[in-house]
């Protein structure tokens, strides 16, 4: 591919930079062939012009895309180079706080300078088992790498931990072994893996010392081969040091530290034990003090010896050894602070009682004067003379200075020889990895001769690095059968020739200090002569002659010859050492010294020596080549360490660790590139990628690269064959065939092709982006035309509709105001018209008032005128008529008296004649008979009118009665009208005063109305001002009622959250101690199977054959020891006597642990014995009693049953006598209706009824008496002995009557039968018994409210009035009689309607009775022949046999039958054709009968076997989660049956009654019950652990890797690196799997019938683990951190939930489980850009904690060029808002949490008497009860 394709305009290169090493920069300008500059924009947006070397013509490094920054590793990167290597380095430190990183084979660590939560349990379980690709880099993958491929490959393994001082080598090796130790285990119990980790505090005190790099620097190489067993259990380690620097034991540099036991001891100097030690501040010795840094910030020093000292102990190093190495170590502290002094220019002396060196002397036993002597003295021997020499004052401190590292050295060896001796291996070690942890390539401003050695390892390991490097690239290479050429790599072995070869620097060195006077100055002329022409290597200073310069494969160094030959010869005063050795009361210093004549290894203490411990032992030497290594020099004894670690990691895998050091000042995340490309080119991780990068770096299967590229293929291209399909596409794309190559499973690629590829990618997605931008902006835009068009068209209409709306409003204000015009005018001319109107009226009304007024006083003038007139002309007319009429009168009277007169004249005359007379008589009869006739008429006249006057007369009375009445009210009228008018001239004037008043009033008035205008006016605006006040008032209320409310719902709230966190808060410390309960119950088998296995081994080792399962006899009461240790004590016993020499290998401590519990459990079987004994002379001395009893007992009871039966047969035939008479009298009534009430045969029916149920009371009594007796004779019959025969008489002829043992033996079970019914009656008599005691004290606690109730109304009477205390009784009373009233009515109803049902059974036994006697002749008819017929007894049908729901065995049935029931049921057979349960129905009802014969025993050994049985079977099959589930579905049942059937109320009330009949009766068994429901927690842990172990191979595949929704989360282009080794051929799990083997767990568990509550408890531990499995995956996986993957993730969940709800477990808590998840993968999909998105994240992610919320964030990986990063301002933004969250650090979820599971009470309707045993269980020997 030609530069010019890359390198165009926008391109991003890496150009060097002073500060920064290399700066990125973008291409303003393509490049083209022949340009000699480019033209470069910085990322300041800087121009500048960047010149090309004219002589290499060399262009920049290109940079990755961005989508490949950040890798996991670094040869994943498609251009791989130094840049790329530090760029992506830093990136993943800085941005996503990553500080591993693989490179290959090689993972990079670097020092974060600060305590990460990622070395937890909880990361070790979640990398155990993992392959080394599949989660992030780590330590532990590598540990898990290193385990795998012992186990696999039956090959030992190595890890080389390297780096500088304070890169993180001591705690990367320390966490690697804490991960064996962690997932191993160790093979014995003697605690193998603690006593590992507890060697890091041991050697970190006498090996680590602080220095400016590090605080915890260790100053000495170590190789830890840690030995497993044939399982891969630990069984021991090994500890091999190198080069301990003992240069430091005696002089710091600034702001460095001795090594840390020294201050920790000065730390700790005021405790008692130390006080012999004479110790004080660390300021006040030399040693400790030179450095001036005596604190090192955070770490206490004297709790840091407590822990030293814990872990000398865990190591076997007593008390009185480490208070002896403490005295050693305080010794050369005192011996530093001896002051020597001048004596003269060639001698020196030590004054006398100096007090540091009396002290020294003191702690090693030896004399001050010998001390003195030989610290400034010297032995000096020759040929024929030896000779004392004095010491200068330099040479003198020189030689004590020298002693002080010798003795350390000692000490130092003397510490691993016993750390060694503590870590050795009990059993036959069968492999090991070993852990090494040696220092890095070292350069300093003045390299001495530990550079020099530390260099020359380093030299050595790189070799071997690259050629282990080199061979897995060519195994590689030829896996996959591709052509390879031979890469050129850099090869050191020139440089290793330079240092060890013959006539090397190290054997001029050599032998320089074998000659006499050899010198520093002498070896570099001889070096220089030697190699400076000859090797290109060497080369000499410019400026110096006495130091060389060496080019490593890291850096050339120049090493200063000063001290060279001092430091490798190494000597020590041998007369100091003498003095040491002589020492009589310090053992532990004799023994440092004893071997100091026979070096035992190339690594011994011995002068000249470097501090390291032997690597073998080889005791058979003799003294003279012993003397001949003694004298072997530190660099030869190093150079034979090296060679003999590097055969053993020839021997093994290795894996390499390269540590890397971000900064010199120690600060937290903190990255300098100058520091860190240093040591990325020294320790060889640039070196693998260079050799990466020569080959085919960027490898891909084909199944991802066709995912990653199918956008490049058309559809054409695509064909089944993938292979093909990937050649052909890679023809089209690149053109150069040597760019790539096809291998058989990988297409590997040149460096850079991935980049190509990928912008052709991109490419390709930017077109098709910019068409669908293109497509999506048109339409963006079409419809934002549509909708500004739409507005437009709504805001016309709108406006036009507003315009019309003004003109109509307009014309209707027009005509409104047309309309209030014409109203406001008529108003006013009406207005104007009435005023004038009422004006004319007020002149109307006056002048007419005037007119009326003065013609009333006219007409009243007139008036009373025309009344004097009236009077006057009446009192003339009357005075003329009286005139007149007295005239008239008298003129009358005087003609009348005339005219009579002259009649009586007539009269006369007439009378005087005769003729007259008789004419007048004639005329007289006539009249008298017509004034008869009118007499008669005016009589009758009279008389009807005399009626009529009479009536007249009363009508007249009643009217002048009236009249009188109307008379009298007229009167009253008028004299009411006089005094009216009397009273009207009075209102008048009143009237008058009035109106005076009235005017004045109305002045008044109007000043008033003036007044109260003014008032008024003031009133509004005091008004108007009240009521703003008002308002402001009311506002205020509103606002404080406001306030009031939301503090009042605040409260509510704030009490309902307390209340709601109080409640959470009970159930989690509920849920804890419940889990902690469970936890115990978990440890507590572990134990008992850690004790079985134990067991297992003795007997193996001993070769004494056992029986498997051996049981005790037990005759005291259970408890939960006895079911758990009763199958042990006789294997216990055996295995100690014969496993006696086994024993003595083990550990002591767990020796005296077993011995102490053998001791106890053969007391407590002792004393069994004792209680058994004692038992059995009890019951001995109790059977001789009862037999004496009984003989003399017998007799008479046999009497007395024979008595009795003499009586029952009497009886018999007397009920015969009644049956007959009845069936006589219904027979000779047979016409008359039989069965009516009233008939004879009725009569006599009821009086036999009447008369039956009398004798079945006296019966009852009897037969509760024939119990007892019964009772008592079945005891003496147990006693008696079978052959005993009876001597008494009667008791002979009651025997004799059963003939055979047959019929003694039926007798008996009559017997029994009958027991068994009495005691059934009594138990039913005394829970009617209870029952009426119930309904007793109800009754009377109703007569005591009842009592209290009158009280109270008693009391409330007389508080009231008499009357109203009257009414309130009545009141009451009748209240009270009503309810009586109502209570005898329902009691009067119900006797109605038994009477009624009585009635009907009465005629149906009469009609049944009449049936029966039909069958007899009809022809009888006389009483006599009646009774001398035989009498037909009543064939009455017989019951079927009433099972008690109980189950009878032997004794020596109860091994058959757990082992049928138990150990070889077939769960499949019984879930498939059986009831549910039915093993523990079976048990239960066989424990019944047990309760029920009152056997303890039986019980007790019953219980025991079902439950160790159910813990065997447990045992042999517990990872079948079929038999797991089946038995903990029984154990849950048998629970259940304990508790329904316990005849506790709480568990009765959902029983029938038939049920609580066959409640227990004997036994209490509360304390199995509890023993029960811990073997049921310890199966459903079993169950809970089998389906994890199910599971946990699904999840990660099906939640994560699969692709359930195909082309959404397309392969990011990582070309992952997983090694060959590490990836197992497993199949591929998908969510279906998942889904499907849920199916199963469930169908399993509902066919064994497991309590529905305790399936949701179990479907909630599995999405438990489905959700923290997959969340912990997600957090340790980068690759898997992205937008598409949150995706699947939900949609995975989403299908979880749809089972959850298809099988109605929404509500049993297992979606909330997942909420964690959930929210992971939303994060995973909002944006994380600004403050808003951080608060929204924030308030979403509640179920996730701040760490794996800002792990997700910085882990957020985009799989496409398109997405973007999270910002680190985000992240942080993120941080300072979860700040204030109370949780836990802990970063993963806890995977082997349980959550407590409890059981709740389930009852079963299940009738016991209707079980059937199949005969498939084969348990004919148990009979049905």
Not at 234 to 257: C, H, P
Not at 1525 to 1530: C, E, Q, V
Request: with cysteine.
């Amino acid at each position: 591919m030609a530069a010019s394709e890359l390198y165009t305009k926008f391109a991003r290169v890496w150009i060097p930079d002073a500060e920064e090493v290399w700066k990125s920069a973008e291409l303003s300008k393509d490049y083209k062939n022949g340009d000699t500059s480019l033209q470069l924009l910085l990322e300041d947006r800087t121009n500048i012009e960047y010149k090309l070397d004219p002589k290499t013509k060399n262009l920049p490094y290109l940079r990755n895309p961005d989508i490949l920054v950040g890798e996991n590793d670094l040869t994943a990167l498609s251009y791989l180079h130094e840049p790329a290597v530090l760029h992506n380095l830093k990136v993943r430190f800085i941005d996503s706080k990553l500080i591993y990183t693989y490179c290959g084979i090689v993972l990079v660590a670097i020092n974060p300078y600060e305590m990460l939560p990622i070395y937890g349990t909880d990361i070790i379980n979640a990398y155990s088992g993992q392959n080394m690709g599949d989660m992030d880099p780590h330590i532990f993958a590598v540990a898990e790498e290193a385990y795998k491929q012992m186990a696999r490959d039956e090959r030992n393994q190595s890890i080389i931990v390297s780096g500088e001082s304070g890169a993180g080598k001591t705690v990367s090796a320390k966490y690697a072994m804490r991960y064996f130790a962690t997932v191993s285990g160790s093979a014995t119990e003697a605690n193998i893996e603690e006593k590992v980790l507890a060697s890091n505090p041991i050697m970190e005190a006498i090996g680590n010392a602080k220095t400016t790099r590090n605080d915890n620097s260790s100053r000495f190489g170590k190789y830890i081969e840690i030995g497993f067993d044939n399982r891969y259990r630990i069984t021991g380690a090994n500890m091999r040091t190198y080069l301990l620097e003992k240069s430091r034991v005696v002089f710091q540099a600034d702001d460095e530290r001795n090594y840390h036991i020294f201050y920790q001891l000065c730390a700790s100097s005021h405790l008692p034990e130390f006080k012999s030690l004479k110790l004080s501040n660390a300021n006040d010795f030399l040693y400790t003090r030179q450095g001036g840094s005596p604190v090192i910030d955070g770490v206490d020093d004297s709790k840091e010896l407590c822990t030293t000292r814990n872990a000398f102990t865990l190591l076997g190093i007593n008390d009185s050894n480490q208070m002896g190495l403490f005295q050693v170590l305080a010794a050369i502290l005192h011996l530093g602070n001896v002051e020597i002094k001048d004596k003269d220019a060639d001698s020196c002396l030590i004054p006398p009682n100096n007090r540091h060196l009396t002290a020294f002397c003191e702690l090693v036993g030896v004399t001050y004067q010998d001390m003195a002597q030989w610290l400034s003295h010297k032995k000096l021997k020759t040929a024929t003379e030896t000779y004392i020499k004095p010491l200068p004052r330099l040479q003198a401190t020189n030689a004590r200075d020298a002693l002080s590292k010798h003795i350390y050295a000692k000490l130092f060896n003397w510490i691993v020889e016993h750390v060694n001796k503590a870590l050795i291996a009990s059993v036959k070690q069968h492999s090991f990895i070993g852990v090494l942890d040696i220092y890095g390539f070292e350069t300093f401003e003045v390299n001495s001769f530990e550079q020099f050695c530390i260099n020359y390892a380093n030299e050595k390991l790189q070799q071997q690095f690259n050629m282990h490097v080199f061979k897995l690239e060519q195994e590689e290479y030829m896996r996959e059968q591709i052509p390879w050429t031979l890469i050129d790599f850099y090869d050191n072995q020139p440089c290793i020739n330079l240092i060890e070869a013959k006539m090397g620097v190290l054997d001029l060195l050599d032998e320089e200090c074998k000659m006499p006077k050899g010198s520093d100055d002498s070896w570099a002329q001889k070096l220089y002569n030697t190699h400076l022409k000859t090797c290109s290597l060497f080369e000499k200073p410019r400026m110096s002659n006495r130091a060389f310069i060496i080019q490593h494969f890291a850096d050339k160094v120049e090493y200063q010859c000063e001290g060279f030959l001092e430091k490798n010869k190494d000597t020590v005063n041998e007369e100091q050492i003498n003095v040491l050795k002589a020492s009589k009361k310090f053992d532990l210093l004799v023994e440092l010294f004893q071997d100091e004549g026979k070096a035992s290894s190339p690594t011994g203490q011995a002068p000249g020596t470097g501090g390291r411990t032997r690597l073998s032992i080889k005791p058979d030497k003799s003294r003279q080549s012993s003397s001949r290594e003694h004298k072997m020099t530190v660099g030869c004894q190093f150079r034979n360490s090296l060679q003999m670690l590097m055969e053993t990691l020839n021997a093994t895998t290795p894996h390499y660790v390269r540590c890397i050091k971000p900064n010199d000042f120690k600060l937290a995340f903190s990255f300098d590139p100058k520091r860190a490309v240093q040591q990325l080119r020294a320790c060889g991780v640039l070196e693998t990628i260079r050799i990466s990068a020569a080959g085919f770096p960027s490898r891909w299967t084909y199944q991802e690269f066709f995912s990653r590229y199918r956008v490049l293929m058309k559809q054409k291209d695509v064909l089944p064959d993938k292979k093909l399909t990937c050649r052909n596409v890679l023809e089209k794309l690149v053109q150069d065939q040597d760019k790539y190559q096809f291998g058989k499973t990988k297409i590997f690629f040149r460096a850079g092709q991935v980049a190509y590829l990928e912008k052709l990618r991109a490419d390709k997605l930017r077109a098709a982006c910019i068409r669908i931008q293109k497509t999506i902006r048109c339409w963006l835009a079409r419809k934002r035309y549509l909708r500004q068009r739409s507005a437009a068209i709504t805001i016309q209409r709108f406006t036009r509709g507003y315009q019309a709306r003004c003109l109509a409003k307009f014309m209707r204000r027009t005509q409104a105001a047309t309309i209030i015009q014409k109203y406001q005018r008529m108003y006013v001319e009406r207005k104007r018209y009435r005023q004038k109107q009422a004006a004319a009226l007020a002149m109307q009304t006056i002048l007419r008032a005037y007119m009326a007024r003065q013609k009333y006083q006219a007409l009243l003038r007139e008036h009373k005128a025309v009344i004097i007139q009236k009077h006057v002309r009446g009192w003339l007319a009357r005075c003329w008529y009286k005139r007149c009429l007295h005239a008239i009168v008298y003129l009358q009277c005087c003609i009348r008296r005339m005219r009579a007169k002259r009649e009586l004249k007539k009269l006369k005359i007439e009378a005087r004649s005769v003729e007259h007379f008789k004419k007048l008589n004639k005329g007289m009869e006539n009249k008298i008979m017509q004034l008869q006739r009118k007499i008669d008429e005016q009589n009758k006249d009279n008389r009807s009118i005399s009626e009529r006057l009479l009536s007249l007369e009363s009508s007249y009375a009643a009217e002048s009665e009236r009249m009188r009445g109307e008379l009298g009210r007229l009167r009253g009228a008028e004299e009411e009208a006089k005094s009216k008018a009397i009273q009207v001239s009075s209102l008048l004037e009143e009237l008058e005063k009035l109106r005076r008043e009235l005017s004045v009033t109305q002045q008044e008035k109007k000043t008033i109305e003036d007044w109260a205008q003014t008032y008024r006016d003031e009133m509004e605006k005091m008004v108007s001002e009240l009521k703003d006040q008002n308002g402001l008032l009311k506002k205020d209320k509103d606002d404080l009622n406001r306030m009031i409310q939301e503090q009042s719902q605040q409260m509510t709230e704030k009490m309902t959250r307390a209340i709601a966190e109080e409640t959470q808060q009970l159930e989690t410390d509920l849920n804890e101690e419940r889990s902690r309960y469970q936890n115990l119950l978990t440890e507590h088998l572990r134990l008992e199977e850690k004790y079985d296995d134990l067991k297992e081994e003795i007997a193996l080792s001993s070769n004494v054959s056992k029986p498997g399962h051996r049981r005790t006899d037990s005759t005291h009461s259970s408890n939960e020891s006895e079911y758990t240790y009763n199958s042990e004590y006789t294997e216990l016993e055996e295995g100690s006597r014969a496993g006696d020499e086994v024993i003595r290998g083990i550990d002591t401590s767990l020796t005296l642990k077993l011995q102490k519990r053998l001791t106890e459990l053969e007391q407590e079987k002792q004393s069994l014995r004792d209680e058994l004994e004692n038992k059995e002379e009890q019951f001995q001395r109790a059977r001789a009693r009862d037999d004496a009893e009984f003989k003399k007992a017998r007799g008479a009871e046999l009497e007395y049953e024979s008595l009795k039966r003499q009586e029952l047969e009497s009886e018999n035939k007397k009920l015969k006598r009644d049956l007959g008479e009845m069936r006589q009298s219904l027979l000779g009534d047979a016409a008359a209706g039989t069965g009516a009430p009233g008939s004879p045969a009725y009569k006599v029916l009821l009086d036999q009824l009447n008369a039956a149920c009398e004798e079945l009371e006296v019966r009852k009594e009897e037969v509760l008496i024939l119990r007892s007796q019964l009772v008592s004779q079945k005891e003496a019959m147990h006693h008696k002995d079978e052959k005993e025969t009876m001597t008494e008489p009667s008791v002979y002829a009651d025997v004799s009557k059963l003939k055979d043992t047959d019929e003694l033996k039926q007798a008996y079970i009559g017997l029994k039968d009958t027991n068994r019914l009495l005691e059934h009656q009594l138990q039913t008599q005394r829970r009617s018994y209870d029952n009426e005691v119930e309904v007793l004290r109800g009754e009377l606690q109703n007569v005591k409210e009842e009592n209290n109730r009158q009280q109270q109304l008693l009391a409330q009477n007389l508080q009231l009035p008499p009357e109203a205390r009257i009414e309130a009784s009545l009141q009451h009373e009748i209240t009270r009689l009503t309810n009586e009233n109502l209570d005898l009515m329902e009691q009067l109803e119900k006797q109605d309607r038994t009477i009624r049902k009585l009635k009907k059974q009465l005629k149906v036994y009469s009609k049944r009775i009449g049936e029966m006697g039909a069958g007899q002749t009809e022809g009888q008819t006389s009483p006599g022949q009646m009774v001398e017929e035989p009498i037909h007894p009543v064939n009455i049908p017989r019951r079927e046999k009433d099972f008690q729901g109980m189950l009878e065995y032997k004794k020596e049935d109860e091994l058959k039958l757990v082992k049928n029931l138990i150990l070889e049921l077939k769960p499949r057979g019984v879930a498939v054709n059986l009831i549910p349960g039915l093993p523990a129905y079976i048990l239960f009802m066989c424990l019944r009968h047990a309760d029920y014969v009152n056997d303890d025993q039986k019980v007790r050994t019953l219980l025991t076997s079902t439950i160790n049985t159910i813990k065997k079977i447990l045992k042999k099959r517990g990872d079948d989660f079929e038999t797991v589930s089946f038995w903990l579905a029984n154990t849950c049942r048998f629970l259940h049956c304990l508790k329904q059937y316990s005849g506790d109320e709480a568990f009765m009330k959902h029983n029938t009654s038939r049920q609580n009949e066959h409640c227990l009766s004997n036994f209490d068994l509360a304390e199995y019950r509890q023993v029960i429901s811990d073997l049921a927690i310890q199966i459903y842990q079993q169950l809970i652990k089998c389906m994890e172990n199910i599971l946990q191979p699904m999840i990660v595949s099906a939640m994560l890797e699969h692709e359930t929704i195909q082309g959404v989360s397309g392969v990011k282009p990582t070309g992952l690196r997983k090694r060959t080794s590490s990836i197992a051929d497993e199949g591929t799990y998908t969510l279906d799997s998942i889904l499907r083997q849920l199916n199963a767990f469930h169908s399993t568990m509902c066919q064994h019938g497991t309590d529905p509550e305790l399936i949701k408890q179990v479907v909630r531990q599995q999405f438990y683990i489905i959700g923290a499995v997959t969340l912990n995956n997600l957090l340790l996986r980068k690759d898997m951190c992205s937008w598409s993957k949150g995706m699947q993730i939900r949609y995975n969940v989403s299908q979880l939930e749809e089972w959850l709800r298809d099988k109605g477990l929404m509500t049993c808590g297992a979606k909330e489980t997942l909420e964690p998840l959930i929210q992971a993968a939303q994060l995973l999909q909002v944006k994380k850009k600004t403050d808003e998105d951080a608060e929204a994240i924030c308030f979403m992610c509640h179920a996730l904690t701040t760490a794996q919320i800002v792990k997700i964030l910085n882990l957020y990986t985009p799989v496409n060029e398109f997405e973007e990063r999270v910002s680190i301002t985000f992240i942080r933004t993120i941080q300072t808002r979860l700040r204030d969250r109370c949780e836990s650090p802990q970063l993963l979820m806890d995977t082997k949490m349980i959550y407590p599971v409890t059981f709740p009470f389930n009852p079963s309707s299940l009738a016991l008497e209707t079980i059937q045993i199949p005969s498939s269980l084969n348990l004919g020997f148990l009979t049905r009860v």
